[in-house]
């Protein structure tokens, strides 16, 4: 602490006590670790022995035994409390200007979908913008990291999947770790991956699928390398026992769908939310969904596990990330006012058009999933030696 803080901290708690005021509002600096005593010795030494004569210095070491030295130390304790005052205020009054979603993958993306049917109420809300910028590429690194670089001022946050949890295993040299990068703040749902392939294949069931990876090499598409549709892939086609798979990342999901649509690709394994509009209209087949029961949505659409691929599930969920050094009480924030734009009638409404369905954890619980998952990740990509560039 400078010496100019020094003296304006008990100076003001001086003046306090002599006006007989009954608190007082220091805007300080938060890097302040002095006590208040400290404070105010080094204050009555400089008022009062300034040049270091002894009868300045005899007159501070009077002051500083006196009542009056009492009064001004519960003062200056005051005014040094009152200093961490603006870090609580922030979390109360954020935002003061726009806010930055990073989405990391492309627009018209699974998470992109259901990240700007949250943000819009969430902007509302808070009474700013929230400007998403899209950032795909590298199965959610690219964007991920720009986020872990960020301020943790909450003023830039993380649109994300459960994607991040394989960040571990299929990015090793990523420029963060998952675990101590990012803190969570909230699920904006979980939402099934449904393996879809195009009708001109004339494949009609997941046994198809699976018999013809046995006999022939088979071509699947996905979001990126690591990503959820990557991901759910290979769990499938590892417990199907292909006997040879191609795999064709881009940077996005409905670019993955496109490769599928048009036959080039075999089959893609997007969240639900990407792949419903092409689903319904014919052009895409569903074979199965990859969560243990089956969906809301496509409840006619049997799951991996009840085809008889054992180990094949897969759960594909959302959330919002900060940097990992974002106070609690900006996280508390943030978490309270996505839990009231989630529990709006028109975002359910949307959600369940979706496939979406809710998943309540608190950010503790959120941040404990996501510890869990990397580990199970990791241990999967392991057992099936899984190897990526």
Known sequence: MSHAGTRLAADLAYRGMKAGATGVVLMAPYHWRSGPKAILDHFITGILAPHGSDAESEGAARMKTSSTYRRLLRFAAAAIAMATVPALTSAQSLPLKPIRAIVPFSVGSSIDIISRIVLEPLSAQLGQPIVVENRGGAGGTIGASLVAQAEPDGYTILIHASALTLTPAVYPKAPFSTEKAFAAVASLGSIPNVIVISPKKGIRTIQELAAAGRKRSVSFSSAGVGSASHWAAERFRLSAGFVDAVHVPFKGGPEAITEVITAR??????????????????????????????????????????????????????????????????IERLYRELQKALALPGVKEKFATQGIEPMPVSPAEFDALVRREVASNLAVAKAAKLKFD
């Open 265 to 330: 690709v075999d089959f893609v394994a997007p969240g639900l939310s990407v792949s419903l509009p092409y689903i319904r209209d014919g052009r895409l087949l569903a074979l199965a969904v990859s969560t243990p029961k089956r969906s809301s949505a496509l409840p006619e659409v049997p799951t991996t596990l009840e085809a008889g691929f054992r180990d094949s599930d897969y759960t594909f969920w959302n959330g919002v990330f900060v940097p990992a050094k974002t106070p609690r009480p900006i």
